[in-house]
């Protein structure tokens, strides 16, 4: 073989070994499918942590459950009363924001429930609240597009048959800004993200003993969403919770699992 010969043939080797190696990188970083995740701080369910990054109980059982399905937990914080046009204009995927079911499960396809929350009411310690019936005629503080905001508004709270008004604010400092103001007489919200900001000030609040409703939580995905992730997404849910990870995911944030993830 002439010298010409040999080097064109080395030529053609090395090439050959380059493509090999460009097709082999690309597999290895082949993007994996991404579901972007729309929800608004509601510490410990989604909030930044110190670091900036995005953290609480829903990411955290959205990662691990994105993970199985070989998806990308891709987390945007949005404005919550705008999450149905969200949704339906494809900006997001899907609602993942401790959202309720309950009474909400023809307005969109679901993916759970991946636990169960209590709707209570919170008062003042030194309140003469003690009991649903003694709103009667109170003023009452809710977070916007929330489901006590809904129960209250609605008249189906059982014994009560009027309250004075109904607050509705953004977020959950600013509800119980109005509480320690007394601007109004109550609060009612998730207890668990209730319970996690009064966490620094026992003593100061009570938790009435009558809830006003538990409720399961999901993933709502757009009601005409027909690629089948959100019944995938149901399955591995149900595996977190039979294996004991979503157990474990709860007790670090110091919710009762038990209670929590019993239907």
């Known amino acids: 073989m002439s010298r010409t010969k040999r080097l064109l043939a080395v030529l053609l080797a090395l090439c050959g070994a380059l493509l090999c190696g460009c097709g082999q990188r690309e597999t290895e970083t082949e993007e994996l499918p991404v579901l972007v995740i729309g929800s608004d701080n509601y510490e410990p369910y989604f909030y930044l942590d110190e670091d900036g990054a995005y953290a609480g109980i829903d990411v955290e059982i959205a990662t691990a459950a994105c993970e199985r399905l070989g998806w990308t937990a891709s987390f945007q914080k949005i404005n919550w009363q705008e999450k149905d ?3 339906e204009r494809g900006d997001v995927d899907c609602l993942w924001g401790s959202f309720s079911m309950t009474g909400r499960e023809d307005r969109y396809n679901w993916a759970g429930p ?3 929350s209590r709707q209570v009411v919170i008062v003042q ?4 609240i003690y009991g649903l ?3 009667n005629g109170k003023r009452i503080a809710v977070q916007t597009s929330s489901k006590p905001e809904e129960l209250f508004l609605k008249h189906q709270v059982p014994g009560v048959e009027q309250v004075d008004s109904v607050y509705c604010f953004a977020d959950t400092v600013d509800v119980f800004a109005a ?3 007394s601007y109004v007489d109550a609060c009612a919200g998730h207890e668990t993200a209730y319970r996690s900001f009064m966490g620094g000030r026992a003593g100061q609040y009570r938790v009435l003993d009558q809830e006003l409703l538990r409720v399961g ?9 027909d690629t089948g992730r959100a019944e995938a997404l149901s399955d591995v849910l149900r595996e977190l919770k039979e294996d004991g990870t979503a157990a474990g995911i709860l007790e670090r ?3 009762d699992a038990q209670a929590a993830l019993t239907e």
């Open 85 to 87: 046009a969200l949704l």
């Open 253 to 255: 944030y110091g919710v």
């Open 125 to 128: 310690a030194s309140s003469d």
């Open 217 to 225: 939580l999901g993933v709502a995905f757009y009601k005409e969403d």
């Open 114 to 116: 991946y636990m169960y």
């Open 133 to 135: 019936g003694d709103l």
């Open 179 to 181: 509480l320690d103001k």
